[in-house]
């Protein structure tokens, strides 16, 4: 039997709509929380469920109904010390040097290639049957690049908003069926 793996994004937050980098303490905001009630997950019902830790994803997870366990693999990109902060509020030369390779992560934080070393396997372990899993733009774009196995750099000329979802499907070897944007 395939696996038929349904990755969506977590709804908005404050800081999605101000540009900032994430922080995983943060919650969705009143308008991130009203497109997930109206979300129509058609299609993606699921016999196994898994959920990022941050708060954005644990409370998209709850809003939509699903009973998800946690799984660290599928925590956002850590920004290291530019969490919470807007590139506005970063050094001209700092976000220049981001920019060129964004791939190498933020200061003190995680790169694209630490993201995929840790999504590949928990994409590799999971079982055969339909699986959604809510987690990060990051996150579901490691997915694709180890679904891919194109670097993940390419993968940041995808765009990933909230809700966006991406699905893989294995049989044999993983497939991108569908990528939808939210």
Same mark, same amino acid.
């Given at each position: ?5 349904? #990755? ?17 303490? @943060?919650? #969705?905001?009143?308008?991130? $929380? ?12 699921? &016999? ?16 939509? !109904?699903?009973?998800? @366990?946690?799984?660290? &693999? ?24 981001? +920019? ?6 933020? %200061? !003190? =934080? ?5 993201? $995929?070393? $840790?999504?590949?396997?928990?994409? @590799?372990? +999971? =079982?055969? =049957?339909? *699986? #959604?899993?809510?987690?990060? /733009?990051? *996150? ?10 194109? %670097?993940?750099?390419?993968?940041? /000329?995808?765009?990933?908003?909230? +809700? ?19």
């Amino acid at each position: 039997m395939p696996t038929r793996l349904v #990755l969506l994004c977590a709804g908005a937050t404050a800081a999605t709509r101000a540009a900032r980098f994430a922080d995983p303490a @943060e919650p #969705l905001d009143a308008g991130g $929380r009203a497109k997930v009630l109206a979300l129509d997950l058609a299609g993606a019902a699921a &016999a196994q469920c898994w959920v990022s830790p941050a708060a954005a994803a644990r409370e998209t997870a709850a809003l939509i !109904g699903v009973a998800a @366990e946690e799984a660290p &693999a599928l925590r956002d990109i850590d920004a290291g010390a530019w969490t919470g902060r807007s590139v506005e509020s970063l050094a001209p030369a700092a976000v220049a040097a981001w +920019l060129a390779a964004p791939e190498a992560g933020a %200061p !003190g =934080g995680e790169s694209m290639a630490a993201v $995929r070393a $840790r999504v590949g396997p928990w994409l @590799e372990g +999971l =079982g055969e =049957g339909r *699986v #959604l899993a809510i987690s990060h /733009a990051a *996150v579901l774009r490691a997915a694709i690049a180890h679904a891919l196995d194109v %670097p993940v750099a390419a993968t940041l /000329a995808i765009d990933v908003a909230p +809700l966006s979802m991406v699905v893989l499907s294995r049989h044999g070897r993983w497939r991108v069926q569908e990528l939808r944007r939210g």
